[in-house]
């Protein structure tokens, strides 16, 4: 077991291009949940997988911001139309169904729009 | 709105000298508690959780945590801090059994002097 994977782990992209983030949760976990995390602030919630199912949005998650999870194995996070507010470290975490709340994070990729 | 509060931004300790981190949460009922340690560029991992029962939970790393209600806090506390303990620390709050979101506090940042 190698953990929850996050890819890439740094990102710079011009404002207004599109970027998509990669995470593999542990192979067990069926759900499955992206944070986001701006300097000096803790994570914040985005959007929760169970297995292929997205069950929960955040408000944060703008029309700009989409995540899927096909075949409820890994997931994808893109932005479109990239923003320097979106600047941020994107965190991935899994957990399985018999344990709430019991979360692994990823190490995170930053992102910085220039 | 529920909220987790984390008072200090930054806290210097001498190594070998006790550590308490103060975390307070504004929710209606009971909450599921949580502290995190982020070290830079890794992910979150968990210290200790509080879901019920024992008010004084132990954790990882010699760290402990006790749940006051009538204060609404879930302060951190560690007898003899290890420089490897510098790192940043949150608290969070789950509020409900799914085991969903959670809300992060803005986190404290401890240093270790020798």
């Known amino acids: 077991d190698t953990g929850v994977s996050q890819d890439p782990r740094h990102k710079i992209t011009k404002r207004g291009q599109n970027v998509t983030f990669r995470c593999d949760p542990i192979?067990?976990?069926?759900?499955l949940y992206w944070y986001r995390q701006t300097l000096g602030q803790g994570p914040e919630f985005l959007t929760y997988f169970q297995n292929e199912a997205q069950l929960e949005k955040s408000r944060l998650l703008s029309d700009r911001f989409s995540a899927e999870r096909p075949k409820g194995s890994f997931s994808t996070l893109e932005i479109q139309r990239t923003e320097q507010g979106d600047s941020a470290m994107y965190l991935c975490?899994?957990?399985?169904?018999?344990?709430?709340?019991?979360?692994?994070f990823g190490s995170g990729t930053r992102l910085t729009v220039v | 709105a529920q909220s987790v509060t984390q008072p200090d931004i930054h806290i210097t300790v001498s190594e070998g000298a006790s550590l308490e981190l103060r975390c307070n949460y504004s929710?209606?009922?009971?909450?599921?508690l949580f502290w995190y340690v982020q070290s830079p560029g890794q992910g979150l991992q968990l210290l200790l959780k509080?879901?019920?029962?024992?008010?004084l939970v132990q954790g990882i790393k010699g760290f402990e945590a006790e749940f006051k209600r009538s204060q609404s806090s879930f302060n951190l506390r560690k007898p003899s801090v290890h420089w490897s303990d510098a790192a940043e620390y949150f608290c969070?709050?789950?509020?409900?059994?799914?085991?969903?979101?959670?809300?992060f506090g803005k986190g404290t940042t401890l240093s270790v002097s020798s």
């Open positions: 509080y879901f019920s029962g024992d008010t």
């Open positions: 975490a899994s957990s399985p169904d018999t344990q709430n709340y019991g979360y692994t």
């Open positions: 929710y209606g009922a009971t909450p599921y």
């Open positions: 969070a709050v789950g509020l409900n059994q799914a085991g969903t979101a959670l809300i």
């Open positions: 192979s067990e976990h069926n759900r």
